[in-house]
């Protein structure tokens, strides 16, 4: 537009009678308004870019969101018992299924089932998900029921037997494979949960 203004402005006579005698002049002012409009136009894309990406960072946070977040910091975060028991209970050779609950069952079905409308704290929750079926796979896989405890008790050992014997080689292994994939989770977890103070929740 400012092209278009000068380009018409030039096209009268009076202004080519100017022109004529200050040609310097009027290219120096042309030049200037080309110079303040580019200005102008870096200044405001500068601002909606900057606009953007605060979007991207304080994004919306829709109630559903707020609910997801504040559940999976109540039941599985810094401070929830489930936390503490994988932290400091957890040592892969003997353990509890109920004080790691919130865990399983986020790993068995809520994955599926709750997910966050921000699409990055759903990224995010994706792969805490991933970390905590593995880590509950495992688990699964590598554990037994002690034959003296009572069947309705959640209780599980590591397995062992003839063909892996407690505290061998491969036993160890499987240990501290359990150990480091429930250290795994937890840390997953905690990620979720710095990103979604960074994000605003």
Not at 68 to 74: G, N, Q, V
Not at 138 to 148: N, Y
Not at 165 to 189: C, F, H, N
Request: aromatic fraction near 10%; include cysteine.
């Amino acid at each position: 537009m400012v092209v278009l203004g000068i380009g018409a402005l030039l096209a009268s006579e009076r202004v080519r009678d100017f022109a004529a005698g200050h040609g310097v002049l009027i290219y120096v002012m042309a030049l200037a308004l080309l110079l303040s409009a580019g200005i102008a136009i870096d200044r405001m894309l500068s601002m909606r870019t900057q606009r953007d990406e605060a979007i991207a960072r304080y994004p919306r946070i829709t109630r559903r969101d707020q609910e997801l977040f504040d559940r999976i910091e109540r039941e599985m975060g810094r401070g929830a018992s489930a936390t503490a028991y994988l932290g400091a209970v957890f040592d892969g050779k003997s353990w509890q299924w109920t004080p790691m609950q919130p865990y399983l069952s986020f790993a068995d079905d809520w994955g599926g089932i709750s997910m966050f409308d921000d699409p990055v704290m759903e990224v995010e929750l994706r792969k805490f998900h991933s970390v905590a079926s593995d880590f509950y796979g495992d688990a699964a896989v590598e554990s037994a029921h002690p034959d003296d405890c009572d069947p309705h008790d959640r209780y599980a050992v590591l397995n062992s037997g003839a063909h892996r014997p407690q505290y061998g080689d491969e036993w160890t292994r499987v240990r501290e494979r359990l150990i480091q994939k429930a250290q795994a989770m937890v840390a997953a977890s905690d990620a979720l949960y710095v990103l979604g103070r960074q994000r605003g929740y």
